[in-house]
Protein backbone atom coordinates (compact mmCIF):
# COMPACT_ATOMS: atom_id res chain seq x y z
CA UNK A 1 0.00 0.00 0.00
CA UNK A 2 0.94 3.54 -0.69
CA UNK A 3 -0.71 5.36 1.94
CA UNK A 4 -1.22 8.95 1.59
CA UNK A 5 0.16 10.20 -1.64
CA UNK A 6 0.34 14.29 -2.45
CA UNK A 7 1.54 15.63 -5.44
CA UNK A 8 3.42 17.91 -6.07
CA UNK A 9 6.28 17.62 -3.34
CA UNK A 10 7.34 21.77 -4.22
CA UNK A 11 5.58 24.43 -5.92
CA UNK A 12 6.45 27.33 -6.71
CA UNK A 13 3.32 30.04 -7.86
CA UNK A 14 3.00 33.44 -8.77
CA UNK A 15 0.55 35.90 -7.04
CA UNK A 16 -3.60 35.40 -8.54
CA UNK A 17 -2.58 31.51 -10.16
CA UNK A 18 -4.88 29.09 -9.28
CA UNK A 19 -3.29 25.29 -8.67
CA UNK A 20 -4.32 22.31 -7.65
CA UNK A 21 -2.62 20.00 -4.94
CA UNK A 22 -3.73 16.72 -5.23
CA UNK A 23 -4.47 13.84 -1.89
CA UNK A 24 -5.21 9.95 -3.11
CA UNK A 25 -5.08 7.12 -0.31
CA UNK A 26 -5.25 3.74 -0.92
CA UNK A 27 -6.54 2.93 2.38
CA UNK A 28 -10.09 2.91 2.25
CA UNK A 29 -10.45 5.48 4.21
CA UNK A 30 -13.88 7.69 5.04
CA UNK A 31 -12.30 10.75 6.64
CA UNK A 32 -10.08 12.90 5.14
CA UNK A 33 -8.56 16.45 5.45
CA UNK A 34 -6.32 19.34 4.16
CA UNK A 35 -3.99 20.89 7.07
CA UNK A 36 -1.23 23.66 6.82
CA UNK A 37 1.90 23.85 8.55
CA UNK A 38 3.44 27.47 9.38
CA UNK A 39 6.57 27.90 11.23
CA UNK A 40 5.42 28.33 15.15
CA UNK A 41 1.46 27.43 14.46
CA UNK A 42 1.54 23.82 14.40
CA UNK A 43 -0.66 22.27 11.60
CA UNK A 44 -4.03 24.01 11.17
CA UNK A 45 -7.00 22.37 9.32
CA UNK A 46 -8.04 24.02 6.16
CA UNK A 47 -10.28 21.46 5.00
CA UNK A 48 -12.29 17.93 5.51
CA UNK A 49 -14.42 15.11 4.26
CA UNK A 50 -16.44 12.15 6.19
CA UNK A 51 -17.28 10.84 2.73
CA UNK A 52 -17.87 11.39 -0.81
CA UNK A 53 -19.53 14.12 -1.94
CA UNK A 54 -19.33 15.64 1.78
CA UNK A 55 -16.64 18.53 2.85
CA UNK A 56 -16.99 20.69 5.57
CA UNK A 57 -15.14 23.95 6.37
CA UNK A 58 -12.42 24.03 8.85
CA UNK A 59 -10.29 26.31 11.18
CA UNK A 60 -8.42 28.27 8.13
CA UNK A 61 -10.99 27.97 4.65
CA UNK A 62 -10.57 31.05 2.61
CA UNK A 63 -9.00 31.24 -0.15
CA UNK A 64 -9.26 27.04 -0.68
CA UNK A 65 -11.66 24.98 -2.30
CA UNK A 66 -12.41 20.75 -1.90
CA UNK A 67 -14.29 18.61 -3.58
CA UNK A 68 -14.50 14.82 -2.82
CA UNK A 69 -16.13 12.69 -5.85
CA UNK A 70 -14.48 9.61 -5.07
CA UNK A 71 -13.37 7.67 -1.43
CA UNK A 72 -9.78 7.53 -2.88
CA UNK A 73 -9.24 11.45 -3.64
CA UNK A 74 -9.25 15.21 -2.13
CA UNK A 75 -8.04 17.64 -4.17
CA UNK A 76 -7.59 20.92 -2.77
CA UNK A 77 -7.63 24.09 -4.89
CA UNK A 78 -6.17 27.36 -4.30
CA UNK A 79 -8.62 29.60 -6.35
CA UNK A 80 -6.32 32.78 -6.58
CA UNK A 81 -2.55 32.50 -4.66
CA UNK A 82 -1.92 34.66 -2.44
CA UNK A 83 2.00 35.07 -0.82
CA UNK A 84 0.07 34.44 2.84
CA UNK A 85 -0.89 30.96 1.12
CA UNK A 86 2.91 30.08 1.21
CA UNK A 87 3.17 26.82 3.54
CA UNK A 88 3.61 23.10 3.53
CA UNK A 89 0.20 21.17 3.13
CA UNK A 90 -0.50 18.22 3.93
CA UNK A 91 -3.27 15.83 3.30
CA UNK A 92 -4.45 13.68 6.24
CA UNK A 93 -7.15 10.25 6.15
CA UNK A 94 -8.22 8.15 8.83
CA UNK A 95 -9.95 4.54 9.25
CA UNK A 96 -12.61 6.29 11.67
CA UNK A 97 -15.32 8.49 9.46
CA UNK A 98 -15.45 10.99 12.38
CA UNK A 99 -11.28 11.36 12.43
CA UNK A 100 -11.21 10.59 15.97
CA UNK A 101 -8.81 7.65 15.14
CA UNK A 102 -5.03 7.86 13.98
CA UNK A 103 -4.07 9.64 11.27
CA UNK A 104 -2.27 8.85 8.33
CA UNK A 105 0.13 11.61 7.03
CA UNK A 106 1.28 12.10 3.09
CA UNK A 107 4.92 13.56 3.13
CA UNK A 108 3.39 16.88 2.10
CA UNK A 109 3.58 19.95 -0.80
CA UNK A 110 5.86 23.07 -0.29
CA UNK A 111 4.03 26.33 -1.70
CA UNK A 112 5.61 29.43 -2.21
CA UNK A 113 3.78 31.90 -3.63
CA UNK A 114 5.83 35.46 -5.14
CA UNK B 1 -7.15 27.71 17.57
CA UNK B 2 -4.87 25.53 19.21
CA UNK B 3 -6.29 23.58 21.81
CA UNK B 4 -3.10 21.66 23.19
CA UNK B 5 0.26 23.39 24.14
CA UNK B 6 3.09 21.49 24.17
CA UNK B 7 5.95 22.59 26.59
CA UNK B 8 9.04 23.31 26.39
CA UNK B 9 9.25 24.31 23.10
CA UNK B 10 12.82 22.84 22.52
CA UNK B 11 14.47 20.48 24.35
CA UNK B 12 18.46 19.26 23.42
CA UNK B 13 19.34 16.00 25.29
CA UNK B 14 21.91 13.44 25.31
CA UNK B 15 21.53 10.23 23.74
CA UNK B 16 20.21 7.83 26.44
CA UNK B 17 18.89 10.40 28.72
CA UNK B 18 15.32 10.51 29.47
CA UNK B 19 13.31 13.11 27.27
CA UNK B 20 9.60 13.78 28.50
CA UNK B 21 7.47 16.59 26.95
CA UNK B 22 4.03 18.09 27.95
CA UNK B 23 0.89 18.86 26.23
CA UNK B 24 -1.59 21.31 28.08
CA UNK B 25 -5.18 22.00 26.69
CA UNK B 26 -7.94 23.75 27.80
CA UNK B 27 -11.08 21.92 27.32
CA UNK B 28 -12.48 18.61 28.30
CA UNK B 29 -11.44 16.30 25.67
CA UNK B 30 -12.98 12.67 24.21
CA UNK B 31 -8.90 11.56 23.47
CA UNK B 32 -5.33 12.92 22.93
CA UNK B 33 -3.04 11.05 20.46
CA UNK B 34 1.27 12.17 20.03
CA UNK B 35 2.74 12.09 16.87
CA UNK B 36 6.09 12.72 15.79
CA UNK B 37 7.78 14.58 12.19
CA UNK B 38 11.15 13.81 11.34
CA UNK B 39 12.55 17.43 9.56
CA UNK B 40 10.74 17.67 6.20
CA UNK B 41 8.23 14.46 6.23
CA UNK B 42 4.93 13.85 7.22
CA UNK B 43 3.23 13.38 10.82
CA UNK B 44 3.65 9.54 12.24
CA UNK B 45 1.19 8.53 14.54
CA UNK B 46 2.51 7.40 17.71
CA UNK B 47 -0.24 7.01 21.23
CA UNK B 48 -3.49 7.44 21.15
CA UNK B 49 -5.13 7.82 24.64
CA UNK B 50 -9.24 8.02 25.48
CA UNK B 51 -9.83 10.19 28.34
CA UNK B 52 -10.68 7.21 30.46
CA UNK B 53 -7.47 6.34 30.38
CA UNK B 54 -3.80 7.03 32.45
CA UNK B 55 -1.40 5.56 30.97
CA UNK B 56 -0.60 3.89 28.11
CA UNK B 57 3.02 2.04 26.23
CA UNK B 58 4.41 1.25 23.31
CA UNK B 59 7.97 0.70 23.01
CA UNK B 60 10.36 3.06 24.56
CA UNK B 61 7.31 5.25 25.04
CA UNK B 62 4.85 6.03 27.82
CA UNK B 63 1.91 8.42 27.72
CA UNK B 64 -0.14 9.55 30.69
CA UNK B 65 -3.02 12.18 30.41
CA UNK B 66 -4.37 13.49 33.83
CA UNK B 67 -8.02 14.97 32.91
CA UNK B 68 -8.21 16.87 36.04
CA UNK B 69 -4.99 19.04 35.31
CA UNK B 70 -5.91 18.97 31.88
CA UNK B 71 -2.36 17.47 30.82
CA UNK B 72 -0.47 14.61 29.46
CA UNK B 73 2.96 14.08 28.99
CA UNK B 74 5.15 11.95 26.39
CA UNK B 75 7.90 10.05 28.11
CA UNK B 76 10.89 8.55 25.93
CA UNK B 77 12.63 6.49 27.72
CA UNK B 78 17.11 5.89 26.99
CA UNK B 79 16.59 8.22 23.75
CA UNK B 80 18.42 7.87 20.18
CA UNK B 81 19.53 10.01 17.56
CA UNK B 82 17.04 8.44 15.94
CA UNK B 83 14.80 10.03 17.71
CA UNK B 84 15.28 13.61 16.62
CA UNK B 85 12.17 15.24 15.43
CA UNK B 86 9.16 17.62 16.25
CA UNK B 87 6.67 16.06 18.62
CA UNK B 88 2.59 17.00 18.54
CA UNK B 89 -0.26 16.11 20.56
CA UNK B 90 -3.61 16.39 18.82
CA UNK B 91 -6.74 16.71 20.81
CA UNK B 92 -10.59 16.06 20.46
CA UNK B 93 -13.02 17.72 22.27
CA UNK B 94 -17.03 17.94 22.49
CA UNK B 95 -18.96 17.49 19.98
CA UNK B 96 -16.39 17.26 17.40
CA UNK B 97 -13.87 14.70 16.44
CA UNK B 98 -11.99 16.46 14.13
CA UNK B 99 -8.11 16.46 16.12
CA UNK B 100 -6.57 20.03 16.58
CA UNK B 101 -2.96 20.25 17.08
CA UNK B 102 -0.84 22.24 19.14
CA UNK B 103 2.30 23.86 18.08
CA UNK B 104 5.00 21.22 18.70
CA UNK B 105 7.89 19.92 20.39
CA UNK B 106 11.22 20.29 18.94
CA UNK B 107 13.83 17.11 20.36
CA UNK B 108 17.42 17.28 19.50
CA UNK B 109 19.08 14.03 21.02
CA UNK B 110 22.85 14.68 20.32
CA UNK B 111 24.72 11.65 19.57
Redesign the interface.
Known amino acids: NAG ?1 TQTPKFQVLKTGQSMTLQCAQDMNHEYM ?1 W ?1 RQDP ?6 IH ?1 SVGAGITDQ ?2 VPNGYNVSRSTTEDFPLRLLSAAPSQTSVY ?1 C ?1 SSY ?1 R ?11 SRLTVL | SQQGEEDPQALSIQEGENATMNCSYKTSINNLQWYRQNSGRGLVHLILIRSNEREKHSGRLRVTLDTSKKSSSLLITASRAADTASYFCATTSGGSYIPTFGRGTSLIVHP
Open positions: VSYGMGLRLYGEFASSGAGELFFGEG
